[in-house]
């Protein structure tokens, strides 16, 4: 049977490594093999976030090679171009709809025009859905669910059972916020169909 | 049989519960810190952070000479500050069972160096156990643990950052206790004076060669026969990375490299015609399979920096892989201060002039790059005092008038610096020293540390405060400021650098992981001249759209110091 490779990313403290925790343990439930990878420490603060995640009956290597990422699972959208070397030419990019500018940028060391950020994406990348879990999440009331809002929109794409992702957000998440999750996985979930 | 997806840190801490581990210490440090937090979960094990990797393997090899099983932890560089205790506790031996994790950080995701820690077996005379995910890394705990006891000598578990960071699905057991044996007087054997340890270095140089005959026998160092022509030699993370590459090779799968299982690799290797060594850094095994007289193809083709990952073996198979790439020129993203982090209103007031600054390690090394350029040097733990002591003493000699300033963090000050400080104090150098006091050990995750009051279980204790040891150890000027006012502490701080006479400055405000958000700020576009100098600041939270500042709310914490260095008074 094949493996399945998802690579997410964002920037730190917007969720990455808790969206690859929670789908790594409900690919476990559902009796796979699961490998997933991520850096800690310093790498993370503020910067460029990436998580490995991989699943099937059997995995070695816990890193994705190159090009051989079916789902590109973005929660900003220069994160996204940023890791687009490793999608499959067929794979798909499920992105946030906003980008945050680097601090380089936001302090006039470099310049970059975003505007180039969605042309590059449709133009190279047969697959792509945008999802502004962002807004989503403000309107819950939380922007910090936004990464759970884009977990319930992948899992359209997975076969796995609705009750194993509930399972796995209760052991997770700490009770006073497991509610507003919950509703963040089952809005993102729905966005698909509208 | 109950099962749980675990990074390979987890893996060690569960290992270490089934072993009947008594006794547990460390000092954070990336890859290693969630070994320490996830034992803190099991009762039944003491544990500790020790103030520095030395004292932890010292507390952990006392525990060990009491018959209980005993484990330290560390990062690769920790293991050089551990080092001396080390050399020694491969002579004394253990008594229960005694274990020393290194995780090491290939690729340098957050550390100063790349070393191989592989090598301090061979150096130090001590087994060294590979494990190559989350499974491997529990069961050898339990292994070590064994082997220390049989052999009466400690063991090293040799991690690196995808190991100790990877999670894998890994079968769970009970824990075993093992008892506790109690101390028992052996004076030759625990005390190294010349004559007893004449004795025991012979008794280690015997254990190293049954060590090897075990190695040999080792069940873990396995072979997987699949080709009569290609046999691939690999070890911890990298034969993971080599079984996705090399799918129809044989492979002999190293965990115990030292004593290195030579008998097994000569039979073995003598049926091969080509045979290719993979493994991360240096050429640990490449070197012993060469020493057996084989030809090997490893770091000839593979590089001996950065990690390793399935991509860069594909040069075995075929030269100049480089495909076009996708991704544009990007902005890089790196890391950086967070949005009010206290340690940005110090070196608001440091930035870019023409002072000499040492620095030293945690999340404020960060004060090097863009926009503050406050930060020269960035050695080891400790090293920001006794650099800026050395500079001092030619830089008088030699009339260079430049402040010396030295910049070290609460957590590491404890770990290193206090003997910096006291020759700094002792041979009389002229040195500003900020103590940069977040109230944590900030990079690692918000640890606790002898200035915080609490221990790794949560307990109070008694707090120690930087400035109490600075004024103990007869410093004159001390200091103790708040860096959000950014203001008041220029008055303070431009004297200091006048005057540049020696003095210590405590910035303390904590980490802002441990407070409450206080509501964000906002700019008045109609008072804000778009001057820029809140940009300065280097605030992530702050930007410069349509010549006005303008402050994200989803990132503001509201610290204020952008209020602090507008002179204008547009932000409330």
Request: glycine content about 8%; overall charge neutral.
């Amino acid at each position: 049977m094949r493996i399945t490779n998802i690579l997410i990313c964002g920037i730190g403290g917007q969720g990455v490594l808790l969206f690859s925790d929670i789908l790594g343990e409900v690919a476990m439930e559902s009796g796979f093999l699961v490998k997933k990878s991520e850096v800690k420490g310093m790498a993370q603060r503020g910067g460029s976030v990436i998580s490995h995640l991989r699943f099937g009956k059997e995995v070695y290597s816990p890193l994705i090679p190159l090009k051989e990422a079916h789902f590109l699972v973005s929660m900003e959208k220069v994160e996204a171009l940023r890791y687009l070397d490793y999608l499959k030419d067929d794979g798909i990019l499920i992105t946030d709809d906003f980008y945050v500018p680097p601090l380089p940028v936001l302090i006039g060391e470099t310049e970059f025009d975003f505007s180039i950020i969605d042309k590059n994406l449709k133009e190279k990348v047969k697959n792509l859905y945008y999802v502004p879990c962002q807004e989503m999440a403000k309107e819950l009331g939380d922007v910090r669910v936004s990464n759970i809002i884009l977990l319930g929109f992948l899992s359209n794409f997975l076969d796995f059972k609705l009750e194993d992702y509930f399972k796995v957000l209760e052991r997770n998440i700490k009770k006073q916020y497991l509610e507003i999750n919950k509703k963040a996985f089952l809005k993102g979930r729905e966005f698909f169909s509208q | 049989m109950a099962k749980a997806l675990l990074s390979g840190n987890e893996a060690v801490a569960r290992g270490a519960y089934e072993a009947g581990c008594q006794v547990a210490c460390a000092y954070p440090g990336t890859p290693s810190t969630e070994i320490l937090e996830e034992i803190s979960k099991y009762k039944e094990i003491y544990c500790e952070w020790s103030v520095n990797e030395k004292v932890a393997l010292e507390v952990a090899l006392g525990a060990s000479l009491t018959g209980a099983r005993s484990l330290c932890a560390m990062k690769h560089v920790g293991l050089n500050v551990a080092s001396d205790p080390l050399f020694s506790s491969a002579y004394i031996g253990v008594n229960g069972g005694f274990i020393i994790v290194t995780c090491d950080d290939p690729g340098m995701h957050s550390s100063q160096n790349e070393q191989d820690n592989r090598f301090y077996g061979l150096f130090a005379k001590i087994p060294v156990l590979c494990p190559s995910d989350s499974q491997e890394a529990k069961d050898l705990v339990i292994k070590a643990f064994e082997i220390s006891e049989e052999f009466d000598i400690p063991v090293i578990l040799r991690m690196t950052t995808r190991v100790s960071h990877c999670k894998s699905v890994v079968s769970l057991g009970e824990r075993k206790e093992k008892g506790i044996k109690g101390y028992k007087k052996d004076v030759s054997k625990t005390n190294l004076l010349p004559q007893f340890a004449k004795r025991r270095h012979v008794l280690l140089e015997e254990k190293i060669e049954r060590l090897k005959e075990y190695s040999n026998n080792f069940v873990y160092n396995r072979f997987e026969k699949r080709s009569d022509d290609l046999l691939v030699i690999a070890d911890g993370v990298a034969y993971q990375y080599a079984k996705e590459v090399f799918k129809d090779a044989s492979f002999l799968k190293l965990t115990m490299v030292y004593p290195f299982p030579d008998k097994l690799v000569t039979n073995i290797c003598q049926n091969y015609k080509e045979i290719i060594v993979v493994e991360e850094v240096d050429p640990f095994i490449e070197l012993m399979v060469k020493s057996l007289g084989f030809k090997v193809k490893g770091k000839d083709y593979l590089p001996k920096f950065d990690e390793l990952n399935p991509d860069k073996l594909k040069v075995f198979i075929k030269r100049d892989t480089k495909e076009e790439a996708k991704t544009d020129n990007l902005p890089r993203r790196p890391p950086a201060l967070c949005p009010g982090c206290p340690h940005i209103g110090t070196f608001y007031l440091l930035q870019k002039k023409d002072y000499i600054i040492t620095g030293d390690i945690g999340c404020y090394t960060l004060g090097a790059l863009a926009p503050h350029y406050a930060m020269d040097t960035c050695v080891c733990m400790g090293a920001s005092i006794t650099l800026a002591c050395g500079i001092e003493k030619v830089n008088k000699r030699i009339n260079d008038g430049r402040p010396i300033i030295a910049i070290i963090g609460d957590s590491t000050f404890f770990h290193m610096g206090l003997p910096g400080l006291l020759n700094m104090v002792y041979n009389k150098c002229d040195i500003i020293l900020f103590i940069l006091d977040n109230e944590t050990t900030g990079m690692t995750g918000h640890q606790d540390h002898p200035g915080t009051g609490k221990t790794l279980t949560g307990e109070e204790t008694k707090r120690i405060l930087p400035e109490d040891i600075a004024r103990a150890c007869g410093v004159e000027q001390v200091y103790v400021l708040n860096p959000y006012k950014i203001k008041e502490n220029k008055k303070i701080i431009d004297k200091l650098l006048k005057e540049k006479k020696q003095a210590v400055v405590v910035m303390r405000e904590p980490c802002i992981f441990l407070k409450k958000r206080e509501k964000p700020k906002e700019v008045d576009i109609e008072l804000c001249t778009g001057c820029k100098l809140c940009i300065r600041l280097g605030c992530p939270a702050i930007s410069y759209e349509d010549s006005k500042a303008k402050i994200n709310k989803i990132f503001c914490v509201g610290c204020g110091m952008c209020i602090e260095v507008c002179p204008k008074g547009a932000i409330k």
